[in-house]
């Protein structure tokens, strides 16, 4: 924050240097109005960008500490072996991507979203002889159309309420994450808006004095 100057700051004196109302008028011009406006509403955003970026992340701490506190609880209740990378799947599929899209002024924005349903394995012209070869089968069923299974059945039918906390709370975690990055680069983009318009008014405010 210490290199957020308040355009206020640099606003030229009533009066001038003693000269007539001809200088006066060429130093508070049109173009240093608009300049000083908008500075003032890129301050404010900026401001609100910085709060609103300060109260997410600490809802984030809070989020991923109640995270591992219930996942605490849960290996209490079933057993330290009983909730482990023992238990993980062979074969992990993801249940939600990270999308990124363009938004207003060229600012990438985040957002978690489910994933999408991986479409049915296609059988090359090979495999397709070897089957007719082999007679008619069953068709198997589409497994990979399937929704990706919910990591809890890793762990058992009946999982304590305690683990199901656990993963809510990553999962918030998770989307409070990508408005972080977001919210991030709307800032860093806002910074450089800002240096760039003090800039403008300052040679602005040097080529009428």
């Given at each position: 924050?210490e ?20 200088s ?14 908008e ?17 997410k ?20 209740a ?17 249940q ?12 990438q ?9 991986h ?5 090359g012209?090979?495999e ?17 159309s ?35 990055a977001?919210?991030?680069?709307r ?7 800002l ?15």
């Amino acid at each position: 924050m210490e290199d957020l100057v308040c355009p206020l700051a640099v606003l030229p004196t009533a009066g001038g240097d003693g000269e007539g109302g001809g200088s006066g008028s060429e130093c508070v011009s049109m173009a240093a109005l608009d300049l000083r406006a908008e500075l003032d509403s890129l301050l404010l955003q900026l401001l609100g960008d910085l709060e609103e970026l300060e109260g997410k992340r600490a809802v984030l701490n809070a989020r991923v500490e109640e995270g591992w506190l219930s996942l605490a609880k849960a290996r209490y209740a079933m057993g330290t072996k009983s909730v482990g990378p023992l238990q993980y799947a062979s074969h992990m599929e993801p249940q939600v991507c990270l999308q990124a899209s363009e938004a207003q002024e060229g600012l990438q924005k985040f957002k978690v979203v489910r994933s999408s349903v991986h479409a049915p394995e296609e059988v090359g012209p090979r495999e397709a002889a070897l089957r007719r070869r082999k007679g008619p089968t069953k068709t198997p069923e589409p497994q990979s159309s399937e929704a990706p299974r919910d990591p809890l059945n890793w762990f058992g039918i009946l999982v304590p309420h305690s683990l199901r906390q656990a993963q809510a709370s990553f999962r918030d975690g998770l989307q409070l994450a990508a408005d972080i990055a977001s919210l991030q680069n709307r800032i860093d983009w806002g910074r450089s808006q800002l240096r760039g318009l003090q800039e403008k008014l300052k040679q602005l405010e040097l080529g009428a004095a």
